[in-house]
């Protein structure tokens, strides 16, 4: 036998039996997670002309880029909510602000239940959404009243945009309550102060909620108004409190100090101190959002 020439057989033998042998797999690697996709909802409080605030909010939001895919509104929120779900630009909302006085909205009548009919108003938001109903409007939205009877919240996502703006505005003892589909319906303040919960039902899964309101505390002036606005936010605290918890983002404008009816300055104060509030927050929107694509 010759040694010379099997040595090298039996190293290659021996290396082709190394080669073929099982190596063991390396350890599974995670699947990458996508990032869900950002449905993004703008809960828009109630809070008289303070809700001049809200204007100033999506000027901010617009302004850098902060996607917002659906809107709720509250009372003096549903207002604007509409109005911006109608597909107008922040400037034009701040326009329509400039020149809107209180005899656009006020229609004065004799009645137990409230004097203002409230019918003005509805005929003002319906002209400016191009009589448009709820379910047609470029922006998704959903205007949230008080049903009268049970005391709930409803969130009008389809009707009558103008109807539905009107039931949630209706302060009760000052508005007449507003009846849709043979029930009566009152501000959305007094079950959903800042309609968060409302933007969730909706599909959203990231929710920036404006907070106009003003904690109960000592009156600065005397008047009715200034009376009904310290009991709304009496009546409302609890309920404010459950919403907020369920919000991602919280702004809250300082309007505190601003009276329930204002004129034209205290609308750009308003105005001003909304961007002030969405300024301070945009660090925040934009670290929660890194959590989505969109």
Not at 66 to 90: F, H, K, Q, R
Not at 138 to 157: C, H, Q, R, W
């Amino acid at each position: 036998m010759n040694i010379r020439l099997s040595l090298p057989v039996f190293a290659a033998v021996l290396l082709a039996a190394c080669g073929t042998s099982k190596q063991p797999a390396p350890p599974a690697q995670p699947p990458v997670q996508a990032k869900p996709k950002a449905v993004v909802g703008l809960a828009l409080g109630g809070g008289a002309s303070k809700g001049f605030a809200h204007i100033g909010v999506i000027k901010v939001l617009k302004a850098n880029n902060i996607p917002v895919n659906l809107v709720t509104g509250t009372s003096a929120g549903s207002i604007v909510g509409s109005l911006y779900a109608s597909g107008m630009s922040p400037d034009r909302l701040e326009l329509e602000a400039e020149v809107l006085g209180k005899t656009d909205l006020v229609d004065l009548t004799l009645s137990t239940t409230g004097f203002i009919r409230g019918q003005k108003l509805q005929d003002y938001i319906n002209r400016k959404v191009g009589n448009r109903p709820l379910q047609s409007l470029p922006l998704k939205f959903a205007a949230v009243a008080t049903d009268l009877e049970s005391g709930k919240m409803v969130a009008f996502n389809r009707g009558n945009t103008g109807q539905a703006v009107r039931a949630s505005v209706s302060i009760p003892n000052v508005f007449q309550p507003a009846l849709i589909g043979g029930r009566r319906y009152v501000d959305g303040g007094l079950s959903a102060p800042v309609p968060v919960s409302a933007a969730k039902n909706m599909g959203a899964n990231l929710v920036i909620a404006v907070d106009i309101s003003a904690k109960p505390a000592k009156l600065s002036e005397a008047g009715f108004f200034s009376y009904l606005d310290q009991s709304l936010n009496i009546m409302s605290t609890a309920a404010l409190r459950n919403e907020l918890a369920k919000a991602d983002i919280v702004i809250k404008p300082q309007v505190q100090h601003l009276g329930a009816v204002g004129g034209f300055d205290q609308k750009t104060q308003a105005i001003k101190l909304g961007e002030q509030a969405a300024l301070a927050a945009l660090p925040e929107i934009k670290r929660k959002l890194r959590a989505y694509r969109y």
